[in-house]
């Protein structure tokens, strides 16, 4: 029984044209975008009603944050309202206590 040995060395290759390399890695590109293309799935039913139930609770918190908004706007001119009734009851629109001043 004989071991024949064997060369594997490689053989020296003239230098690439920097266009075929170009020109290489963009098939390159293509081909990984096509096979990605082609692996995505349609989105699952889950997803899309979570995504949906999502948008929904968003939409009624900003309608809730308004309508508390509008809330105190509508507290604000009550209360403005009733110290201005309270105010023509008791002095007219006079001030009923003066206050000395502190810097004089």
């Known amino acids: ?10 053989s020296k290759m003239e230098k690439e044209d920097p266009e075929e390399v170009n020109h290489r ?9 096509m096979e990605k293309a082609d692996s995505r799935r349609k989105p699952s039913f889950l997803r899309v009603r979570i995504c949906r139930l999502r ?3 968003g939409r009624r918190l900003k309608r809730l944050r308004k309508n508390i908004t509008a809330g ?4 604000y001119r009550q209360v403005l ?5 309270w105010k023509r009851l008791l002095g007219g629109g006079e001030t009923v206590v003066t206050l000395p001043h502190l810097f004089t």
Do not use: D, H, P
């Not at 029984?1 to 490689?10: D, F, I, K, P």
């Not at 890695?25 to 990984?32: D, G, M, T």
């Open 25 to 33: 890695r963009a098939q390159f590109l293509i081909y990984k975008v």
């Open 81 to 85: 309202s009733q110290l201005k009734a």
């Open 72 to 75: 105190k706007v509508g507290v």
């Open 55 to 57: 948008v929904k609770i």
């Open 1 to 10: 029984m004989t071991l024949e040995r064997r060369s594997y060395g490689y």
